[in-house]
């Protein structure tokens, strides 16, 4: 009689456990905390920026950096190569016909204009690329960067053009983002969130802090954790809001230093105000 061999067991997906116990021991918090950061910022209106591959190097122009800086950097790319291309509006305008930046921005938003020409920015001297996007900062990692990214998505797709990702399921296009030399997690889902309204969770340094006070993420959870939780956390429809809400509380509000917990409207169930807060 052969034996039967032990069945092997899948591993358990710590995101998703992290997800359901949350939900058990603190039902409905992620709501919570969306609907009090919508009262008190306002409720996001998802809407798309840039064309992707605008918004994928102008993500990349952003790490590390200010996103004034970043902006400074992508309307210097504007002017040393341009491309006639069609017009794209970065600023939100208001009802009242006023200018203000994308929600969850932190400059003060690009000037409407055509993208640069992606395939001069390609084939341009590196050291002349470097020296047009220094005001960003990083320049020498980010000019190559930009580059490959740019070579990768024309030998991969025929073209500088992202639309196709929008047929895919969200993590194959996250995936496909992430094949990118130089292109993480974050960066692929702001693409795909902004420019595709995929269910994605983009976690920079603000979410990740408030995520982990608030005790919607463990306590040591990092960015790549923190997607994944979120992933199974939300509905579709909660990821534009969420990531916008949360940034925004991280900039205005939960303070990396000196957060303002006397009128933060999520203290009430705030693990870091209240270490038993539910």
């Not at 069945?7 to 992290?18: C, E, H, M, N, Q």
Request: charged letters at 25%; hydrophobic letters at 40%; one cysteine or more.
């Amino acid at each position: 009689m052969t034996a039967r061999l032990p069945r092997s067991r899948r591993r358990p997906d710590p995101a998703l456990t992290w997800a359901r116990s949350l939900r058990r021991r603190r039902p409905g918090l992620a709501a919570f905390v969306i609907e009090r950061l919508g009262g008190l910022y306002g409720v996001p209106a998802p809407a798309q920026r840039l064309d992707p591959v605008s918004e994928l190097v102008l993500t990349i122009l952003s790490q590390n950096t200010a996103d004034l800086n970043s902006e400074r950097a992508f309307e210097a790319l504007r002017v040393a190569w341009p491309s006639g291309g069609p017009v794209t509006t970065h600023r939100v305008v208001g009802p009242d016909g006023t200018e203000a930046p994308p929600e969850g921005w932190g400059g003060v938003g690009l000037a409407p204009g055509a993208p640069p020409n992606w395939s001069a920015v390609e084939d341009a001297d590196i050291g002349a690329l470097i020296e047009v996007i220094r005001i960003g900062g990083l320049a020498n990692q980010k000019g190559p960067r930009i580059q490959s990214a740019l070579r990768t998505i024309r030998e991969r797709s025929g073209g500088y053009d992202l639309g196709f990702l929008a047929a895919l399921p969200p993590r194959d296009a996250r995936d496909w983002l992430v094949a990118i030399p130089g292109i993480g997690r974050k960066t692929a889902s702001i693409v795909l969130l902004f420019c595709f309204g995929m269910p994605l969770m983009p976690v920079d340094t603000h979410v990740e802090r408030v995520s982990r006070r608030i005790g919607l993420a463990p306590p040591k959870a990092g960015p790549d954790e923190q997607h994944e939780i979120y992933a199974h956390l939300l509905a579709a429809d909660q990821f534009y809001a969420a990531h916008v809400l949360l940034i925004q509380h991280g900039r205005r509000t939960c303070d990396a230093r000196r957060p303002a917990c006397d009128r933060c409207p999520i203290a009430p169930r705030c693990r870091f105000f209240d270490p038993k807060a539910e």
